[in-house]
């Protein structure tokens, strides 16, 4: 089964069923299959070939969640990226991946055109929204600018060829790495059917759900409730975003929302909303919580709040999309748990010398699936930190198996509760943030000496990121300048909250900034 087929078999088994509702308008399985099918033709008429890297650079919107259908129906590799994404990071996928097409939208014009400048692999640009207006820095950017494809008579459509098969690349989904540079995850057909096969049926997600998606599909989390949706016929509410949780709230109740997932930050803001008992959430039947781990106070004011509702607990990361859950009849006995592995996979924990630890012990996860990555694109030394290979099985070799880089314990069950990080990325809104990449940020500020960051706790972010700044001699800068800075410069998820000035960084006995006792 190829990824799509699931978005395939649903438009021709409930064709009139509201496959997607956004921005007040409502579109059934087999309009959007139409769109798909018409972008498809269009991006294989301009010469995509099998395999080839087709970049999402949007909203949450309807071309959005239409475009990544079209690319996998074209035989391509949809590669979503953050609309907050700035220019130069930008520039740096598209390069790294060796991108053919962008997909993005006007109101992003500023970024994705400074991006181009600094790019030849992009053959094509469609752009959605007014499209007009733009003022593009180069020719060649100007050369390759196009309108979004305007609809054309479906009967004068061709075929679709692609000839793919499971082992062929879906997506690449870029992550933050220990290093600063983006991480291209490369999951074909079989890691995606798998991981979206095996959360669907633990939720048990049925036709008659609504799902209400605030996450950006941009953010794997968000995007498999679009897939999921698919897999089961059932309807996404698609927000672009939970800024305005009252916003947000109203369509819950228009759309008698019964599916609600979400991060800490969101669920945050949410209990904290005095309005809240105002808003009829009697359909909800399911929370849904991953990204970072929900603390028991808030575990225990959304169960308050929600008494009808089950509340999912789960842990992953975009190298294999999911890995555990906590049923929830066991959130009274284990609140702090994460659970156990999902269906059609295998977990365990290691020690420093990779041998298996038995239940009661703390160290690194491993998993083992069909779920798990291909690798990082392009980056074998980084894609063998991950994958080693695994254990025999019946005197045969054993496939790799991922190692997570997180540390967990387990309890006398083999229940699993979040320790740290191996390294040192941050958690942030639901985001992961690359210490590495803000320290750049910060080393670009005139002024600045050295730097170091970290993350920390924070009820309403999970974690914060906190900055430790030397500024060069006879220089003045507040915290608020360093923010500002900061903003101008990355996604404002990954800006600083806290700065502190110091005179000097502690060091290793070999000159390295030793973060060890800075929070």
């Known amino acids: 089964m190829l990824l799509h087929d699931f978005f395939l078999r649903s438009a021709a088994q409930h064709p009139e069923h509201t496959a997607l509702v956004c921005d007040g308008q409502r579109h059934s399985f087999a309009q959007l299959q139409q769109q798909a099918h018409r972008l498809a033709w269009q991006l294989q008429s301009h010469g ?24 996998l129906q074209a035989g391509g590799v949809f590669m979503p990226i953050n609309p907050l994404t700035k220019a130069d990071k930008l520039a740096y996928m598209l390069n790294d991946a060796r991108a053919k097409v962008l997909l993005t939208q006007d109101s992003l014009s500023k970024t994705w055109l400074a991006a181009l400048a600094d790019n030849t692999s ?95 599909l941009a953010f794997d989390y968000g995007l498999y409730q679009w897939l999921m949706c698919a897999r089961v016929s059932a309807t996404l509410v698609l927000e672009r975003s939970f800024t305005f949780p009252v916003k947000v709230l109203e369509v819950m109740v228009k759309e008698r929302v019964t599916v609600f997932p979400g991060v800490p930050t969101m669920f945050s803001m949410l209990t904290n909303l005095q309005s809240l008992p105002s808003f009829d959430l009697g359909a909800l039947r399911m929370i849904t919580n991953t990204a970072a781990a929900l603390s028991e106070a808030h575990i225990q004011r959304l169960r308050a709040l929600f008494p009808h509702a ?28 994460v659970g156990r592995g999902m269906p059609n996979e295998e977990v365990w924990l290691v020690n420093e010398a990779g041998e298996r630890l038995p239940n009661g012990s703390t160290g690194e996860l491993v998993v083992r699936g069909s779920n798990v990555m291909l690798g990082y694109w392009e980056k074998p030394e980084a894609t063998a930190q991950r994958l080693k290979p695994g254990p025999s099985i019946g005197g045969l070799p054993g496939a790799p198996v991922l190692h997570t880089g997180d540390l967990f314990r387990t309890d006398a069950d083999g229940y699993l509760y979040f320790v740290a990080r191996k390294d040192d990325i941050i958690k942030s809104r639901g985001e992961k943030v690359s210490p590495k990449e803000v320290e750049n940020a910060l080393y670009a500020i005139e002024g600045v000496l050295e730097a170091a960051v970290i993350g920390v706790p924070d009820e309403l972010l999970g974690q914060a990121v906190k900055a430790f700044v030397v500024l060069q001699p006879g220089v003045t800068l507040s915290e608020r300048d360093v923010i500002r800075e900061c903003l101008a410069r990355l996604e404002n998820f990954m800006a600083p909250k806290h700065v502190v000035f110091l005179d000097a960084l502690p060091k290793t006995d070999t000159g390295k900034i030793k973060k060890t006792g800075l929070a």
Not at 58 to 71: Q, Y
Not at 180 to 195: I, R, T
Not at 310 to 330: A, D, H, I, N, W
Request: charged share 15%; with cysteine; proline share 5%.
């Open 310 to 337: 089950t509340l999912f607990s789960m842990y992953g990361l975009t190298e294999c999309k999911r890995v555990t859950y906590l049923p929830p009849e066991q959130l009274d006995a284990r609140p702090t748990s």
């Open 122 to 216: 992009v053959a094509v640009t469609w752009v959605c929204g007014q499209a007009s207006g733009l003022t593009p820095i180069t020719e060649q950017a100007n050369a390759r600018v196009h309108a979004w494809p305007a609809a054309c008579d479906q009967q004068a459509l061709g075929d679709l060829r692609t000839g793919l098969i499971d082992q062929d690349l879906a997506a690449i989904i870029y992550t933050s790495g220990s290093t600063g540079d983006p991480k291209g995850v490369m999951l074909s057909h079989l890691n995606m059917v798998s991981a979206c096969t095996s959360v669907s049926s633990y939720l048990g997600l049925r036709q008659d759900d609504t799902v209400l998606c605030a996450l950006p």
């Open 48 to 71: 995509l070939q099998r395999g080839e890297r087709v970049a999402l650079f949007m909203d949450n919107r309807l071309e959005m969640a239409v475009a990544v259908w079209a690319v």
